[in-house]
């Protein structure tokens, strides 16, 4: 494996926040490279807002706002945590997952390698 991606990989799986998706493993084999998340009950922001997949119902706008600003923090931690710095971008709404545990509570994923 590049040495850069493998680091990358290191890092971001150390972080920790309850609005990033957990990093829970990779596997490296040739030149193919697979990441494994924890499992979003309810999938994308954007399933829901553009109404892709039949059991999607709209939200209600004060969720929306709840997600909005739950996404914003996790945003806020990458671009602020100690040490490094990170400059997320790619931040659109199929990179915004939804639990089904809490309320719908925004995760990020911020591995994008």
């Keep these: 494996m590049v040495w850069s991606v493998q680091s990358e990989i290191h890092f971001l799986g150390r972080l920790y926040h309850p609005n990033l998706v957990k990093l829970l493993g990779y596997c490296y084999e040739e030149t193919k490279l697979l990441l494994v998340y924890e499992y979003?009950?309810?999938?994308?922001?954007?399933?829901h807002l553009f109404g892709r997949g039949a059991a999607n119902q709209p939200l209600p706008w004060d969720l929306r706002i709840?997600?909005?600003?739950?996404?914003?923090?996790?945003?806020?931690?990458?671009?602020?945590s100690d040490g490094e710095k990170i400059i997320y971008r790619d931040?659109?709404?199929?990179?915004i997952l939804l639990d089904?545990?809490?309320?719908?509570?925004?995760?990020?994923?911020?591995?994008?390698?």
């Design 40 to 47: 979003m009950q309810k999938g994308s922001l954007e399933n």
């Design 91 to 95: 931040f659109k709404t199929s990179n």
């Design 66 to 80: 709840k997600i909005a600003i739950g996404a914003a923090c996790g945003l806020s931690f990458l671009h602020t």
């Design 100 to 113: 089904g545990v809490s309320q719908l509570l925004p995760i990020i994923i911020p591995y994008k390698i």
